[in-house]
């Protein structure tokens, strides 16, 4: 994995070369892992003319959730408690010779972004921009295949949730229970906070648990991921408690399902981003759902649960091949409940089968 790491960096310094700077300070967490396999807590990485430096205030762990640091970087560990590391890499840069570095300044505060001009008075601070995270977009087989057993786990984790007795369980024993789970398959941690809605929560973007217990006859939603090796997918699906679904439950549920049918379908490189949104959006809003939709139908994973490129009527560019998203659309109905199905899928071309669905846990509204 050494040589891909040095690759990305390599087609970083490319990209610096070409608009005028010597050198990059990447200060962002998830970028400094794509592009050295590791990131220790306020780690900064100096992409340098000749050599990348890794800045660290303590000793990598090694521990699978921080990653390691490939072998070809040099790892300078400051003495301790000697301040920022993306300072310090700034004043090194300096040091160097380095007469133009470009930094993150989405990443930066103002307060850091001055430190960095105050230790390096002659080199100049251009602006990185999102140069990393474009590179990140598409992943490589390594990076799905990461993506794949994060799926995996969620999957086997929500599966076993569902053969336990869930009547009078409160939503937020089973959001916690969900992130035991995630952990005993293997998983560093839950990707993002686990939600867990019952009853007129269900449906609801973004619920965090409560207290109310789950009760016979609810609709039941759950959004959770699984987080390995610093990869993240993301699953959501939603059941009926305990008896046969209601008539509006079941007509709901089928339309939320054709939305997110229609919008996983549309998936091809090439596919303009918002009309994949479109896809969802346009059957929820026929059926008389137009407010109170989500802004975005989807969105990119990978290092962060929440990536480039994002699915909405406003998004701009297409999809390309290898790009991993989600397709999540969803209805709340306030003060009876919702529906909400989430899938992580590979963006593929048709010669290739088409998407690849990486969650795969039924799509069936089950009454538990």
């Known amino acids: 994995m050494s040589e891909v790491y040095a690759t990305r960096r390599t087609r970083l310094r490319d990209r610096c070369l070409s608009t005028g700077s010597t050198a990059a300070l990447v200060s962002r967490p998830a970028n ?43 790892l300078m560990v400051l003495p301790a408690p000697d301040g920022d590391p993306a300072v310090a890499a700034a004043d090194l840069a300096a040091a160097s010779g380095v007469d133009s570095l470009a930094v993150e300044e989405h990443h930066l ?54 053969e336990s007795i869930l009547v009078g369980r409160t939503e937020r ?20 906070p686990t939600s867990v809605a019952t009853g007129p929560n269900a449906g609801r973007i973004g619920h965090g648990p409560s207290d109310r217990r789950v009760e016979e006859g609810d609709l039941l939603s759950v959004c959770m991921g699984a987080n390995y090796r610093g990869y993240r997918c993301e699953i959501g699906r939603t059941f009926v408690i305990g008896t046969t679904p209601a008539d509006w439950q079941i007509e709901l549920y089928d339309l939320v399902f054709a939305a997110q049918r229609a919008a996983r379908e549309s998936l091809a490189p090439g596919t ?57 659309p969803g209805v709340h109905l306030p003060g009876r409940g919702g529906v909400r199905i989430a899938d992580t899928l590979v963006v593929r071309p048709e010669a290739d089968g088409g998407p690849e669905l990486l969650t795969i846990t039924t799509k069936e509204l089950l009454a538990l």
Do not use: N, W
């Open 32 to 74: 400094v892992r794509y592009l050295t396999g590791a990131a220790p807590a306020g780690a900064a990485l100096l992409v340098g003319p000749e050599e990348d430096t890794l800045l660290c205030a303590s000793p990598p762990s090694g521990e699978p959730a921080e990653g390691r640091p490939d072998e070809l970087l040099r």
């Open 109 to 162: 505060t103002v307060a850091r972004h001055r430190a960095l001009a105050s230790v390096a008075p002659g080199t100049a601070l251009a602006d990185l921009g999102t140069a990393v995270e474009q590179l990140r977009l598409v992943k490589d087989e390594e990076e799905i295949a990461c993506l794949r057993i994060a799926a995996e786990i969620a999957d086997q984790a929500l599966g076993e949730l569902l």
């Open 173 to 192: 024993h089973l959001a916690l229970e969900l992130e035991r789970r995630l952990v005993d398959h293997g998983a560093d941690g839950p990707a993002f």
């Open 272 to 328: 303009e981003c918002r009309h994949v949104d479109l896809a969802a959006r346009q059957l929820l809003a026929a059926a008389g759902h137009e407010e109170g939709l989500a802004p975005v139908t989807g969105h990119g994973v990978g290092l962060e649960i929440d990536e480039d490129p994002q699915l909405s009527p406003s998004a701009m560019g297409k999809l390309d091949a290898c790009v991993p998203v989600t397709v999540e």
